[in-house]
């Protein structure tokens, strides 16, 4: 019997008589200062009612009042706000998000990020010319907390429908914000996985990947934040996003002999080793170690340079080889 919990059940609209084409749903917790931001670029795009469900779902937040920041944007009740009755992490926020969407396709937008101008637009195109296709994306700038362009998403081909192959498996090119599902897929293939909390976005990725295939624009239509507060950045600290990569790699493996443990492997150390230079001070030492453990995991035997700087070396030479090494942005998405 298999220990994994089962995928949520996203039940079919049928309460519904008439449905909008798009449901904007906003997942939020203790990030209300960026939210104001993130509703004015959806609202910039308001088709209106009739064709776009608007709607903030908080995670039981401790530290601020996205409710406020709702109703002095949206005094008329344009968007509407829910709030979770206990705190579930962003898993289970994502699948109240889902449940609750009325729209035919599902754009989760996370409190702290925000839409370019034609977003919406340009992937209602991507849908109308694909109708089979269960999912959508965009490439997206990355910013820091006061909105500042670091870097910009991957290039994802966009000749026709995405395939699934085997590098999706190592890399995940994707960022939540430039994403949108239909709602069917979620009813038919279910809805996040709480077995992961990372990488759940790209688990159901690859779940629709495998089962109708992706449309990517090499538009760049929507920005996603990076900061040390988010949970991305918090699981960067302990290397426990790249532990959840290898969890759902070894998992996608044992259905897909092609996959190489070894091309992970050395692709997760390699990140470890780039996560490990961002935590070069005093005050960053347990998270410095914590993904040097990683690394060491991950490529334990001598192989190049890297390792001979890790195994011969000092810490003050092997954190100076580290500053030379540029920080990568992590390869997902999911925050907190």
Same mark, same amino acid.
């Given at each position: 019997m298999s220990s994994q919990p089962p995928l949520p059940t996203i039940t079919p609209r049928s309460d519904c008589p008439t449905r909008p084409l798009w449901s904007v749903m906003i997942p939020t917790f203790n990030c209300a200062h960026y939210l104001g931001e993130t509703l004015a670029s959806v609202l910039d795009q308001d088709p209106?009612?009739?064709?776009?469900?608007?709607?903030?779902v908080d995670d039981c937040s401790t530290k601020d009042n996205p409710e406020a920041v709702v109703r002095k944007l949206s005094p008329n009740g344009r968007v509407t706000f829910h709030?979770? &009755?206990?705190?579930?992490g962003v898993v289970a926020n994502f699948n109240t998000c889902v449940s609750r969407s009325r729209g035919h396709l599902v754009h989760l937008l996370h409190g702290d990020d925000q839409v370019?101008?034609?977003?919406?637009k340009a992937v209602e195109q991507l849908a109308k010319h694909h109708p089979s296709a269960p999912l959508f994306t965009t490439r997206a700038l990355i910013i820091d907390e006061t909105g500042v362009v670091s870097s910009v998403s991957p290039l994802v081909p966009a000749k026709g429908p995405?395939?699934?192959?085997d590098d999706y498996f190592y890399i995940n090119p994707f960022l939540t914000p430039t994403v949108v599902v239909r709602r069917s897929f979620y009813e038919n293939h279910g809805g996040y996985n709480s077995a992961f909390s990372h990488v759940a976005d790209w688990e159901m990725w690859l779940r629709a990947l495998k089962n109708g295939g992706a449309v990517a624009t090499p538009q760049i239509l929507a920005a996603y934040r990076f900061f040390q507060a988010n949970d991305t950045a918090r699981l960067i600290r302990t290397a426990d996003n790249l532990k959840e990569y290898l969890q759902l790699f070894i998992r996608e493996a044992k259905e897909r002999p092609s996959l190489d443990i070894r091309r992970m492997r050395i692709h997760l150390g390699s990140a470890a080793f780039s996560q490990a230079s961002r935590f070069l001070s005093p005050e960053d030492h347990d998270a410095y170690v914590a993904n040097r453990r990683f690394y060491w995991r991950m490529l334990g035997r001598p192989a190049g340079f890297v390792d001979l700087l890790g195994r011969k070396l000092s810490r003050n030479l092997f954190s100076l080889a580290? &500053?030379?090494?540029?920080?990568?942005?992590?390869?997902?998405? &999911?925050?907190?």
């Amino acid at each position: 019997m298999s220990s994994q919990p089962p995928l949520p059940t996203i039940t079919p609209r049928s309460d519904c008589p008439t449905r909008p084409l798009w449901s904007v749903m906003i997942p939020t917790f203790n990030c209300a200062h960026y939210l104001g931001e993130t509703l004015a670029s959806v609202l910039d795009q308001d088709p209106g009612p009739a064709h776009m469900q608007i709607e903030v779902v908080d995670d039981c937040s401790t530290k601020d009042n996205p409710e406020a920041v709702v109703r002095k944007l949206s005094p008329n009740g344009r968007v509407t706000f829910h709030r979770r &009755s206990v705190n579930g992490g962003v898993v289970a926020n994502f699948n109240t998000c889902v449940s609750r969407s009325r729209g035919h396709l599902v754009h989760l937008l996370h409190g702290d990020d925000q839409v370019l101008p034609c977003f919406y637009k340009a992937v209602e195109q991507l849908a109308k010319h694909h109708p089979s296709a269960p999912l959508f994306t965009t490439r997206a700038l990355i910013i820091d907390e006061t909105g500042v362009v670091s870097s910009v998403s991957p290039l994802v081909p966009a000749k026709g429908p995405l395939e699934l192959t085997d590098d999706y498996f190592y890399i995940n090119p994707f960022l939540t914000p430039t994403v949108v599902v239909r709602r069917s897929f979620y009813e038919n293939h279910g809805g996040y996985n709480s077995a992961f909390s990372h990488v759940a976005d790209w688990e159901m990725w690859l779940r629709a990947l495998k089962n109708g295939g992706a449309v990517a624009t090499p538009q760049i239509l929507a920005a996603y934040r990076f900061f040390q507060a988010n949970d991305t950045a918090r699981l960067i600290r302990t290397a426990d996003n790249l532990k959840e990569y290898l969890q759902l790699f070894i998992r996608e493996a044992k259905e897909r002999p092609s996959l190489d443990i070894r091309r992970m492997r050395i692709h997760l150390g390699s990140a470890a080793f780039s996560q490990a230079s961002r935590f070069l001070s005093p005050e960053d030492h347990d998270a410095y170690v914590a993904n040097r453990r990683f690394y060491w995991r991950m490529l334990g035997r001598p192989a190049g340079f890297v390792d001979l700087l890790g195994r011969k070396l000092s810490r003050n030479l092997f954190s100076l080889a580290l &500053s030379l090494v540029p920080t990568r942005t992590p390869d997902t998405v &999911s925050k907190h």
